[in-house]
């Protein structure tokens, strides 16, 4: 048999673990031998038997203390026997020292059989004890184990509460945000729909003003066709008159028209002639035989004639005509009212037919400027016939340029291509010399087009600082370069006074700064504040001012800093967002010259 020591199981021979506590009996068992079952023996008194302990009783129970003195009495009394058997009369002494021998033997037997049976007790006692320590052991491991498992399971319960609340939370704030989406959709569709409107009603109001200007200028044309028709069945009227009296009137005396009075040098339209009457006609000598004849009978006066002038431009929109059908060539009229090229010759448009009095003349091309103008014979400053031309023409600007472009310019052009030939030359037979030039030429190529068309390179940040931002939204994001990532500054407000710090590996000029305002996500930048006005200040002590429009687009300022190797960027002013605080800037660049 093995004994655990640790919950005092016994186990069968051969076992290697504990049946009740699954411990390794190489470690913790210890073999003990079983003991042989004892033979029936007579039952004590009932004195003696109520006078053992129960200790005692399991003790002798198992070290069979009783089983051993009946036998020692037993093999006393059959030794006696034997040897009163065998001992004759005579030998009766050497019987007893015999049977005292063997008597000593036996209590030395008895005595060892004692002793042994005193440590198979303490060895049960000691097992007992064990026994009792590895239960109470086993006891208490149960009951921590109990504990362990409720608080276990309390903590399991608490962890589930907490995992089904933040569930609640996370399904909160997924429908608040869905709503918001939804919100912000139906904003933004309002808004659509609301600019269409705007659009559609800013197109009709357009149409319906453009009929309008239509149907004024043909309703001002036709009066004035019929105030011109009218006038002229008017004069027509007049001058039949006019005849059908000279025809039916007798014989009348001659008659002198008064010297007509000087013409107004500035008539107007609206001018009436003053009727003729009586006394304006003077009778000469009368014709013989003929009556004295009566004064005419004064007439309806005539309209006076109006000198031409110039006609006021109609009130008809460019664009109802259509493009011009002919290309302007130097010198000729373009009508201001159809935009049709007319010849220099012409006083009427060839295709509205209004006044060319005050029409724009085409000038020449720009390279056609430059070339020296023919004249015509005559006509050249200093010649016969227009030496006041050629004064006139030598002042200002336009008299230097033909001065320069007439004989001595001639001159002039000529020696420069002279020179330019021997200096072709010259560089071609001088390596040296060729390869200045070819410097000095470059460096003056990249200058010029530095000024006239500047190419630029992106400057690459290595790091950068915010006074605040959020843990998803780092201020690198803002110098990555990247369009779907953004920094958002955490600070309370709307993000005015908060400054991203941005640093460079060397000293740089900085020529342009592109700014993406706001977050990269649609949604979030309506939502979130954008910055309106940025303050830079770069490591050289240079400043500038940037004002950023309210839209998601690269916008581009051009600064002048130079060996800069950091810039702060302070937020002084900014576009408020619909329901958010957290201000947002996409990407911030820095370019320099080439």
């Given amino acids: 048999m093995i004994v655990c020591s640790n919950c005092g199981f016994h186990n069968e021979d051969g076992a290697r673990f504990c049946g009740h506590c699954r411990e390794f009996l190489q470690w913790t068992g210890r073999t003990v031998e079983e003991a042989s079952e004892p033979e029936p023996e007579a039952e004590p008194a009932a004195e003696d038997a109520a006078a053992k302990g129960v200790v005692e009783r399991v003790v002798e129970k198992l070290t069979g203390k009783d089983q051993r003195d009946e036998r020692a009495s037993t093999t006393l009394a059959a030794a006696r026997r034997i040897d009163a058997d065998a001992t004759p009369a005579g030998e009766e002494g050497t019987g007893e020292d015999a049977a005292a021998a063997l008597q000593a033997e036996t209590a030395a037997r008895a005595d060892e059989e004692a002793r042994q049976a ?34 276990a399971d309390e903590q399991a319960r608490k962890e589930a509460e907490a995992m089904e609340q933040a569930q609640r939370e996370l399904q909160a704030a997924r429908a608040a945000r869905e709503e918001k989406q939804e919100q912000l959709r139906r904003e933004l569709e309002a808004a659509e729909a609301a600019r269409k409107e705007a659009e559609e009603r800013a197109r009709a109001e357009a149409e319906a003003a453009e009929a309008a200007a239509g149907a004024a200028a043909e309703a001002e044309e036709a009066r004035r066709t019929a105030e011109a028709k009218a006038q002229e069945e008017a004069e027509a009227a007049e ?62 006066p005539a309209p006076k004639p109006v000198k031409p002038g110039r006609s006021r431009a109609r009130p008809t929109a460019r664009g109802s005509y259509g493009p011009p059908t002919r290309k302007p060539r130097p010198g000729d009229l373009i009508c201001g009212v159809c935009g049709e090229s007319n010849g220099p010759a012409r006083n009427f448009c060839r295709r509205c ?6 029409a724009e003349v085409a000038r ?63 560089i071609s037979f001088n390596p040296g010399l060729r390869g200045s030039v070819m410097g000095w030429g470059s460096d003056v190529f990249r200058s010029v087009r530095a000024m006239i068309a500047p190419q630029f390179e992106p400057v690459l940040p290595v790091g950068a600082e915010a006074s605040s931002s959020l843990p998803d939204h780092p201020p690198d994001d803002a110098i990555n370069n990247t369009s779907n990532r953004w920094w958002a500054e955490a600070a309370p407000g709307n ?33 979130q504040p ?28 051009n600064v002048t800093a130079t060996g800069v190797t950091s810039v702060e960027v302070q937020i002084i002013e900014a576009w408020q967002g619909q329901s958010g605080s957290d201000l947002a800037i996409t990407t911030i660049e820095f370019r320099t010259r080439r």
Avoid at 121 to 139: H, N, S
């Fill in 239 to 300: 001058r039949a008159r006019r005849a059908a009296a000279m025809v039916a009137r007798p014989k009348p005396v001659a008659l002198r028209r008064p010297a007509p009075a000087p013409a107004d040098p500035f008539p107007t339209a609206k001018a009436r002639p003053v009727p003729e009457t009586a006394t304006s006609w003077t009778a000469t000598e009368p014709v013989d035989g003929a009556p004295q004849p009566t004064a005419p009978a004064p007439d309806k």
């Fill in 353 to 358: 037919g209004n006044s060319l009095a005050e």
């Fill in 364 to 426: 020449p091309p720009w390279w056609r400027r430059l070339l020296p103008k023919r004249y015509a014979a005559g006509e050249r400053p200093g010649h016969r016939g227009a030496k006041a031309k050629g004064r006139a023409a030598m002042k200002g600007a336009r008299g230097i340029r033909r001065f320069v472009m007439g004989g001595v310019g001639k001159v002039t052009r000529l020696l420069m291509l002279v020179a330019f030939a021997l200096g072709a030359v010259g």
């Fill in 495 to 527: 993000g005015e006074g908060q400054r991203l710090l941005i640093t460079f590996p060397e000293p740089v000029d900085i020529a342009v700064v592109g700014v993406t305002p706001g977050a990269a996500n649609p949604e979030e930048f309506i939502a």
């Fill in 118 to 151: 005193q440590r198979r007790r303490q060895e049960a006692e000691a097992l007992a004890r064990e026994q009792a320590e590895a239960t109470e052991r086993a006891r208490q491991r149960a009951d921590e184990a109990e504990r362990a498992r409720r608080a």
């Fill in 530 to 557: 954008r910055p309106r006005l940025l303050h830079l200040v770069f490591s050289n002590g240079t400043t500038a001012d940037l004002r950023i429009a309210d839209e998601h687009t690269f916008q581009t300022f």
